[in-house]
């Protein structure tokens, strides 16, 4: 049924991560929802050092409530993957653990000793193997605790990685959502699209990745919207 589906989430605060399991006696969607009716529209004012002139001069000239300005969150979503295969090793650790006491007291308890080792070795690796990043696993942005992200309706500025700019709104020719989740700073003038919220120049593609303080939805439409509204202007001038 539409609006019932149930899937895990986590919620990035000042203080850290809360998960919230997908097992719900409500809505898994219905919870994401009411989670996402709660933001604001614009993150912190407290954005990198480099872009505070950017940011009072956009807000003197079209007012602080048309500038929207987003700073890196204190905390990064974990893979759930992780998470899921470190739960199972503790649990083959524990299980290992008792078999070996079973063993111990019985004459023939060598099998159960046995197994008990290999349990906990092999409960061990996977413990290892739950904090490696594979190559199918996003990267993070470079220094992606200095990022901050401005946008009104004058254009756009930002610092992500190895990123650092403004621009304004005639110089982009398309902003695309692309979901994939992606922790890095992709630049690439290729036909394959980077994740996260993809702007389009000429040549180039930036992509905005799932760092900051607001959801990337959010940000999407605040760009999508400062946009289109420049491009409606120069085609009714």
């Not at 199972?88 to 111990?104: E, H, K, P």
């Not at 470079?142 to 621009?167: C, F, N, T, Y």
């Not at 003038?189 to 994740?195: C, G, I, L, R």
């Amino acid at each position: 049924m539409a609006g019932r589906r149930s899937f895990p989430m986590q919620v990035a605060h000042e203080n850290g991560l809360l998960y919230i399991p997908g097992n719900l006696n409500v809505s898994s969607e219905d919870m994401y929802q009411f989670l996402y009716s709660r933001f604001s529209p614009s993150g912190s004012r407290d954005v990198n050092p480099l872009l505070t002139k950017y940011l009072a001069i956009e807000e003197q000239a079209f007012g602080p409530e048309r500038v929207w300005s987003f700073r890196a969150r204190n905390h990064l979503a974990k893979p759930f993957g992780g998470r899921k295969l470190r739960a199972f090793s503790i649990a083959l650790m524990l299980s290992g653990a008792l078999w070996i006491l079973l063993g111990t007291g019985q004459k023939e308890g060598e099998g159960w000793i046995g197994g008990g080792v290999a349990a906990i070795f092999i409960g061990f690796l996977f413990f290892l193997f739950s904090f490696i990043e594979t190559g199918t696993e996003p990267k993070r942005t470079k220094r992606w605790k200095e990022a901050s992200l401005v946008i009104s309706p004058g254009g756009l500025a930002m610092i992500q990685g190895d990123a650092k700019g403004e621009m304004g709104w005639d110089e982009l020719l398309d902003v695309k959502w692309n979901p994939t989740g992606s922790k890095g700073l992709v630049l690439t003038s290729s036909s394959v699209d980077p994740p996260g919220i993809l702007l389009v120049f000429e040549g180039a593609k930036i992509s905005i990745v799932d760092i900051y303080d607001r959801p990337l939805p959010l940000i999407y439409k605040r760009i999508a919207q400062s946009w289109r509204e420049t491009e409606s202007d120069l085609d009714a001038s």
